[in-house]
T-cell receptor, first 112, second 117 residues
Framework: TQLLEQSPQFLSIQEGENLTVYCNSS?????LQWYRQEPGEGPVLLVT?????EVKKLKRLTFQFGDARKDSSLHITAAQPGDTGLYLC????????????FGQGTTLQVKP | NAGVTQTPKFQVLKTGQSMTLQCAQD?????MSWYRQDPGMGLRLIHY???????DQGEVPNGYNVSRSTTEDFPLRLLSAAPSQTSVYFC????????????????FGPGTRLTVL
């Protein structure tokens, strides 16, 4: 069974601080996705990484896929209150059925 | 496009009652799935479908049934509701077909918040 462990589960920081969220597994994933979810809504895709060592940037968000494709990180620079939400990583196995395994999520609160 | 729609948004059931959560998408997506979200556990896959007439079980299928008679609709049935099924349920769809890429974006509906007393 493939599992994804996210850390930390909760993060409360001040506006302007930097933070990193980690997503780790003992299994290899063919791709990894990061989603953001706001209260009362469904998750929305932020990025997909597919190549070991890949780094993608989305404004102040930087996503990295580990060389062995077993882990990933999300780094936010100069966090803003609008970044508040639940961040979820999701890994796809090699079977290519479209199935995703989700991590537990990281709840981020950015205080003004 | 409306995307993925789910009804109802909220539902309260008594133990033993049955009900159907509705999910529809207008993007002509082949792949549809149902997840449940519980605090501290992320999203767990209940059932999924890679196309009309084809369904399969996910991680936590017990107590739930699905069918896929059309590409657009993928209802989730609770046969005999139990308090353990209190959760937020999300339906999702993506372009992925069986054997297709695992990198396709999954589009989620707004969720159904279910409470079983």
């Amino acid at each position: 069974t493939q599992l994804l462990e996210q850390s930390p589960q909760f993060l409360s920081i001040q506006e302007g601080e930097n933070l990193t969220v980690y997503c780790n597994s003992s299994s290899v994933f063919s791709s990894l996705q990061w989603y953001r979810q706001e209260p009362g809504e469904g998750p929305v895709l932020l990025v997909t990484v597919v190549t070991g060592g890949e780094v993608k940037k989305l404004k102040r968000l930087t996503f990295q896929f580990g060389d062995a494709r077993k882990d990933s990180s999300l780094h936010i620079t100069a966090a803003q209150p609008g970044d508040t939400g639940l961040y979820l990583c999701a890994g796809a196995g090699s079977s290519n059925t479209g199935k995703l395994i989700f991590g537990q999520g990281t709840t981020l609160q950015v205080k003004p | 496009n409306a995307g993925v729609t789910q009804t109802p948004k909220f539902q309260v059931l008594k133990t033993g009652q049955s009900m159907t959560l509705q999910c529809a998408q207008d993007m002509n997506h082949e792949y549809m799935s149902w997840y449940r979200q519980d605090p501290g556990m992320g999203l767990r896959l209940i059932h999924y479908s890679v196309g009309a007439g084809i369904t399969d079980q996910g991680e936590v299928p017990n107590g739930y049934n699905v069918s896929r008679s059309t590409t657009e609709d993928f209802p989730l049935r609770l046969l005999s509701a139990a308090p353990s099924q209190t959760s937020v349920y999300f339906c999702a769809s993506s372009y992925s077909r069986q054997g297709a890429r695992s990198t396709d974006t999954q589009y989620f509906g707004p969720g159904t918040r279910l409470t079983v007393l």
